[in-house]
């Protein structure tokens, strides 16, 4: 039963256009758990314990972001939770930019050379500035994923559409994770980054019109 009220559901306009936002948090996921870490890695002017503090500072974002977005919701959401994903996506934008700027292009699988150690911007590339991406990358993460329940919640509050929605999300996740991993070994890193680009955008807007949509048939209810 609960396998076919899944599929029912994803039939529906609501969570076809979820789907899209499940799909980057998939991606993005692959990003900054697998690929980041490597291209960490593989620059030899960073030592190579840089890539636990990245993986911590991915962390503490996800738990800034936790606290702001989750714990304290009622307050920072009271503009609508189109907005804080539109935050969430402006911030991952931002942090492509500065990874396009800052990283080898071709460190994702391979090590590179010393003289290569150079993004499109700034030679050598700055340990710095790689802490404060990953922080981004988690903070944003944390706003893509706490949005996301949220509406879910609000949009599915029985048990017998909750679950299927949230199997959904997960499936959807973990597949384009897997797909990101799969691509990740011969795609270089400005088309990773041109991808996520595209799918934070395509991802945004469609949780911003399943977020409007409830909102108007929410104002027409209690009117």
Not at 29 to 38: A, E, K, M, R, Y
Not at 95 to 123: C, H, Q, R
Not at 151 to 171: E, H, N, Q, R
Request: with cysteine; glycine share 8%.
């Amino acid at each position: 039963m609960a396998l076919v009220n899944a599929v029912k559901l994803l039939f529906t306009f609501n969570m076809g256009c979820l789907c899209l936002t499940f799909i980057y948090t998939g991606y993005e996921l692959n990003f900054w758990s697998g690929v980041f870490g490597n291209i960490i890695g593989n620059v030899p002017t960073f030592m190579k314990y840089n890539i636990g503090i990245a993986a911590a500072f991915v962390g503490v974002g996800e738990m800034v972001a936790g606290a702001l977005f989750g714990i304290l919701g009622q307050y920072t959401n009271k503009f609508g939770r189109d907005v804080v994903v539109l935050l969430g996506m402006l911030v991952h934008l931002l942090t492509f930019l500065l990874i396009f700027f800052n990283m080898p292009d071709n460190a994702i699988n391979t090590p590179v050379s010393e003289e290569d150690s150079k993004g499109y911007l700034f030679n050598p590339s700055i340990i710095y500035l790689v802490h404060l991406c990953a922080f981004l990358l988690g903070f944003a993460d944390s706003i893509f994923n706490t949005q996301l329940y949220s509406l879910i919640g609000v949009l599915y509050p029985t048990d017998d559409l909750s679950a299927p929605a949230i199997a959904l999300f997960k499936f959807f996740q973990s597949i384009t994770a897997a797909v990101g991993f799969l691509t990740s070994t011969f795609l270089a890193l400005k088309w990773q980054l041109l991808i996520l680009t595209v799918l934070a955008t395509t991802g945004t807007l469609s949780f911003a019109v399943v977020e409007w949509k409830h909102r108007r048939m929410s104002q027409r209810g209690s009117n």
